[in-house]
């Protein structure tokens, strides 16, 4: 159909938001910020931080490009600035690093003294930051139709189910999971996600550079 991309498209998609947003990663930290607390509450806050990821995603899809179009800010731009956001964050993630656009050590430190962390800090900024918001508003402008925002509207639900699922078996498999494990899965995420930076980029660089795009431009 003309107003949707192909089918394979919105798997990439899904597959690049899961990289990015990294429920798996963020088992061993959810298993330690509840530590004290009850089976009831560790379920409330997994559902909570999952609706909130959902939302912020959500409202990043539908209106992120008319907050753009706002402050003179084209897609093609904004492509190449999410591309370094999201590389920067990649090559964290390839160090088994945490980054700063996740969680600085101070929002670190107050976390632990807040009666509630599923909104802040495990919804925003740990799941929800700036490199799946900045990556979904780039995936939802790919076309001008509704039938394609609403399709990854459903991307976004999809990725609110699996962070909810993730959460949920946090308890029993985060706290059976080596260091080296996590470090392991997060250095293969990195990569993906670096791979998907350098792909944003490229293709911001040909839109704002056209001429970088015909195959015969360094031909002499």
Known sequence: MDGLLSA???VKIFVAMIVI???LGIMPVFVAMTAHTSQDERKKIARIASVSVFIVLLISAVLGERVLEMFGIS??????GGAILVMTAALSMMQAMPTRDKQTPEEAKEAEDKASIAVVPLAIPLLAGPGAMSTI??????KKTFLHIGAVCLVVLGIAIATWLALRIATKVGSRMSKTTVNVAT?????LLAALAVEIFAGGIVELI???GKPDVFRY
């Open 8 to 10: 394979a498209a919105y």
């Open 21 to 23: 947003v990294n429920p």
């Open 75 to 80: 897609i093609a731009s904004f492509k190449v």
């Open 137 to 142: 508003i780039i995936y939802a402008s790919e």
């Open 187 to 191: 250095r293969i995420m990195g990569l």
């Open 210 to 212: 056209p001429a970088l």
